[in-house]
């Protein structure tokens, strides 16, 4: 019966984690290019959801995208109407001769990785976020899909050994 109650716990907890195969999207359209989404301003709508589901944060993004050499730089500029969280971030994504992607921004620990799956995208990397009065160092699986040449969608699982602490949904539009 122990036995039983520990593999019961054990299914539980492997129910609280997301898992997306980006295989599943390499033939969808339309194909999702980074540099292409980003090149100029792209204005951007998301809230973020705890545990519970709860919305914890509302937020806008003023994006600016541009090209530096190779490197593709997205300027972002947050405002928050429920919540706080940071101001800006400066994300400097370079695309790798594998193509894969590697990318870096000053709140981000070590470096994001990247990989183009048809319409979809994934971007996985490290961050200490702060909440209320403590800092978490967590795991971002971040999931982009373009809805049209235009429109993209951006789900991120925020995760914590593992388990989907809080998720972010976001809604892009170029400009």
Partial sequence: MRYLGLILILFGVMGCSVSIDGDT???????????????????????????SGEVVQRFTVDIYGSKDGNVLVLDERFTYSLGEGPGSRVWRITPESDGTYTGRASDILNEATGTSYG????????MDLPVDDTTYNVAFDDWFWAMDDNTMMNRSYIKKFGLVMAEVTIFMQRQ
């Fill in 25 to 51: 999207y390499k033939q969808h359209t339309p194909a999702f290019s980074l540099e292409t989404f980003f090149s100029g301003d792209v204005k951007a709508w998301g809230i973020v959801q705890n545990r």
């Fill in 119 to 126: 319409n979809a995208f994934n971007f996985t990397y490290s």
